[in-house]
């Protein structure tokens, strides 16, 4: 049982907008401004998409939007591409004398 | 460009040992945090372990699946970082990914390497 809940699957058609939701506790998620969201395709590494709730590392599409509210990160992505179709983690920081917490993962799928 | 390569996995019976390195570059080794992570076959991540930086002690964190059994260090001079898995266990079967910390959590990941456990 993973730390972080997400919901296990997720779909859109392309050119939509879908969100992904991460709730966690006053412990993680929402006592810290420090969730990340990974994507991962089949056979490949993760890789950081969103850092700091919200913030875009060089190189990934606006199209990938992060937001927190309460206990709750949330992932939006918008004009869904078939690319777009992988499986999404998200991770949040919770506290110095933990090394963090990780969601279970959402599969995305594109329509 | 920061690389991050994993190495040693392979086919190991239970109970025996095996190590897999980290070797990186791109990035000052030694100012950052590193840790592993796996990914059993059509499971989700699973956090193993974190060693800090040196600056803040080097110490290390597991998870309670590999406590007592899974050491992480680091060599800074070479920049590499190793997760020692000893006493393995079918379960612990997966791709194994090694991690640079960027602000409280993983920004880089390596392409892993892949451990089976079997007789």
């Known amino acids: 049982q993973s730390a972080l809940t997400q919901p296990p699957s997720a779909s859109g058609s392309p050119g939509q907008s879908v969100t992904i939701s991460c709730t966690g506790t006053s412990s993680d998620v929402g006592g810290y401004n420090f969730v990340s969201w990974y994507q991962q395709h089949p056979g490949k590494a993760p890789k950081l998409i969103i850092y700091q709730v919200s913030q875009r590392p060089s190189g990934v599409p606006d199209r990938f939007s992060g937001s927190k509210y309460g206990n709750t990160a949330s992932l939006t992505v918008s004009g869904l591409q078939a690319e777009d179709e992988a499986d999404y983690y998200c991770g949040s920081y919770a506290g110095s004398n933990n090394f963090g917490v990780f969601g279970g993962g959402t599969k995305l799928t594109v329509l | 460009e920061v690389q991050l390569v994993e190495s040693g996995g392979g086919l190991v019976h239970p109970g025996r040992s095996l190590r897999l390195s980290c070797t990186t570059s791109g990035f000052t080794f030694g100012y950052y945090a590193m840790s592993w992570f796996r990914q059993a076959p059509g499971k989700g991540l699973e956090w193993v372990g974190f060693?800090?930086?040196?600056?803040?002690?080097?110490?290390?964190e597991y998870a309670a699946s590999v406590k007592g059994r899974f050491t992480i260090s680091r060599d800074d001079a070479r920049s590499i970082a190793y997760l020692q898995m000893n006493s393995l266990k079918s379960e612990d079967t997966a791709v194994y990914y090694c991690?640079?910390?960027?602000?409280?959590?993983?920004?880089?990941w390596g392409q892993g390497t892949l451990v089976t456990v079997s007789s």
């Open positions: 060693i800090r930086s040196e600056a803040y002690g080097g110490t290390t």
């Open positions: 991690t640079r910390f960027g602000v409280h959590l993983p920004d880089t």
